[in-house]
């Protein structure tokens, strides 16, 4: 597609319950970032993906969250029996990062996501 | 010590007046330095780049870099109230396990007023 492309773009769960958020990046980029943003905060690193190497997952909260991406396309962020903090705006985006490291993330609209 | 930090405002400038934004940050070795702008409820967007020390000008926009002192600025001049946004300093860390890590500080709201 054009742009980094997310879904649901909305999400309503209940505590307890398990919830998926995918993300679907520019073609060609081998870089995929998840992000989450809380009101009015800035944004926490979750999880990277470069290429084919193992993901720095340094950011991941706890141990409900984890991420995976499939051939080095599509990633899906799964949060496990969610709770009432994790609600938050999780951004996705996507990098061309070659020699340069360019640095430049494309974002997608995030999924806004809130636990009841 | 956060690997990032920014004020996190508002700070709030009249319009056509100099809106200067800064950022410091922990990793001595990083090379890599980006302001993006982010309007309310929207995603982040990438205006500046910079990796040399020095000032690099682009339109309104001039960043600045002082890597002695793990200080990097945003100056936009002439403001407009079209630039009121959340302004978010981001590193490329160079260590350990988050090589090629982009990390965010807090942003900075800015307020431009007519």
């Known amino acids: 597609g054009a742009g980094v492309s997310q879904s649901p773009s909305n999400k309503v769960t209940e505590k307890g319950k398990d919830v998926e958020l995918r993300c679907d990046p520019i073609s060609g980029h081998t870089a995929l970032y998840w992000y989450r943003q809380s009101l009015g905060q800035g944004l926490e690193f979750l999880i990277y993906?470069?290429?084919?190497?193992?993901?720095?997952k340094s950011g991941l909260p706890s141990d409900r969250f984890s991420a995976e991406r499939t051939g080095g396309s599509v990633s899906t962020l799964t949060i496990q029996r969610t709770q009432q903090e994790d609600s938050a705006v999780y951004l996705c985006?996507?990098?061309?990062?070659?020699?340069?490291?360019?640095?430049?993330?494309?974002f997608g609209e995030g999924s806004r996501l809130t636990v009841l | 010590q956060k690997e990032v930090e920014q004020n996190s405002g508002p700070l709030s400038v009249p319009e056509g007046a100099i809106a200067s934004l800064n950022c410091t940050y922990s990793d001595r070795v990083s090379q890599s330095f980006f302001w993006y702008r982010q309007y309310s409820g929207k995603s982040p967007e990438l205006i500046m780049s910079?990796?040399?020390?020095g000032d690099k000008e682009d339109g309104r926009f001039t960043a600045q870099l002082n890597k002695a002192s793990q200080y990097v600025s945003l100056l936009i001049r002439d403001s407009q109230p079209s630039d009121s946004a959340t302004y978010l300093c981001a590193v490329i860390l160079n260590y350990g396990g988050s090589q090629g890590n982009l990390i965010f500080g807090k942003g900075t709201k800015l307020s431009v007023k007519p």
């Open positions: 910079i990796y040399s020390n």
């Open positions: 985006a996507s990098s061309l990062m070659g020699f340069t490291n360019t640095g430049e993330l494309f």
């Open positions: 993906f470069q290429g084919n190497s193992a993901p720095d």
